[in-house]
């Protein structure tokens, strides 16, 4: 698979932009005119060519950039990484996992030597080469589930299982959608997810964790949630909230366009073999409305989401001060005809 990867920011004075071709193969998660919180979990089964499910693991045009904006948020901040001591055999399933995943199927970009114990590991994009020592630790320049999270997009979660549930006790997190790693590493899975509206009345959680703690290994799963974010920032954390919370205060119904962006989580859940933990991946997509309305399909189906979005998800989502200006800008796509069910474009 042939790559060309982009020179892009994702802060200061944001030059990120999708191609036609990412646009094409954005994960638009709507597939009605209406939205509610929902677990909405599938298998993470080999997908579309060309789609962001294709492979465990989308490696796309943003790869070497969003790196880049990885290595600067975890260099300004330190705790945006924390592992807990018991989590070493889990950090050690991360990296064989992801190694695997990149080398077969990015071989162009990414190549595993093994030989026993003794690898050998090379990220072209990035110019890595190392040989260490699988399971000592003392061979690499980091701990193993930092040196991978730098080297694979999106942020990540590792959940241990004990006491009839799922333990946050180790992340890597740069882009994450306003949460905040230093305050849920330890928590379980109930408390870190306490301020998800209406999920207590719906059942939502005690569903999803009951469903959660029996993946079995080698049947990993995924599922799409999604906010919106002015500018294309992946770091929008509560300890940098002063960088970018004013910026919901500049949209206008001229600037909407290139302002507003959809922002898209591919979560995806692995079962690791040696710890037993469970993988949360994080991989967000950013698209602005803009480039979501070279498709109208999109624009039309987002127009009617926005408009009957239940008030708690709209304020949970941080919305408020700008969604009315985007119902606004994407009324014009909207004739009211009916739409089949379904995320594809045109």
């Given amino acids: 698979m042939s790559l060309a990867f982009k020179k892009e920011t994702f802060r200061d004075d944001y030059t990120y932009r999708n191609s036609p071709e990412a646009i094409r ?9 209406t939205y509610m919180y929902s677990v909405n979990i599938e298998p993470h089964v080999k997908g579309a060519k060309g789609s962001v499910n294709e492979f465990a693991f989308d490696i796309d045009e943003h790869y070497v950039s969003e790196c880049e904006d990885k ?13 807990l001591p018991h989590m070493m055999d889990a950090q050690w399933d991360f990296l064989e996992l992801t190694m695997d995943s990149l080398a077969a199927d990015y071989p162009e970009q990414f190549s595993l030597v093994k030989d026993g114990r003794n690898w050998t590991w090379e990220n072209r994009p990035l110019g890595i080469m190392i040989s260490f020592v699988f399971g000592d630790a003392s061979t690499l320049e980091m701990d193993p589930f930092e040196f991978m999270s730098r080297q694979v997009q999106g942020d990540f979660v590792l959940l241990d299982q004990r006491n009839g549930t799922l333990y946050a006790d180790a992340g890597f997190i740069t882009s994450q959608a306003d949460w905040s790693l230093a305050f849920d590493v330890g928590m379980a899975w109930h408390e870190w997810h306490g ?9 939502v959680m005690d569903r999803a964790l009951k469903y959660l703690m029996n993946i079995q290994l080698g049947s990993p799963v995924r599922r799409l949630n999604w906010t919106m974010t002015i500018n294309p920032r992946l770091d929008t954390s509560p300890e940098n909230y002063p960088l970018w919370g004013g910026d919901r205060n500049t949209v206008t119904p001229e600037n909407v366009g290139d302002l507003v962006h959809l922002r898209v989580e591919l979560q995806s859940l692995f079962r690791l073999p040696r710890s037993n933990a469970l993988l949360f991946s994080i991989r967000c997509y950013l698209i602005s409305m803009d480039e979501l309305s070279t498709y109208p399909r999109w624009a039309k189906r987002f127009h009617r989401v926005l408009k009957s979005l239940h008030p708690d ?29 379904g995320t594809h474009p045109e």
């Fill in 195 to 203: 301020p998800v509206p209406q999920v207590t009345k719906l059942g």
């Fill in 313 to 341: 998800l709209v304020e949970y989502k941080g919305l408020t001060k700008f969604r009315e200006k985007t119902i606004q800008w994407l009324s014009r796509f909207d004739d009211g005809k009916p739409l089949d069910i």
């Fill in 25 to 33: 193969r954005f994960p638009f998660p709507f597939a009605e005119d």
């Fill in 71 to 83: 290595r600067k948020t975890i260099e300004l901040d330190r705790g945006r990484y924390k592992v």
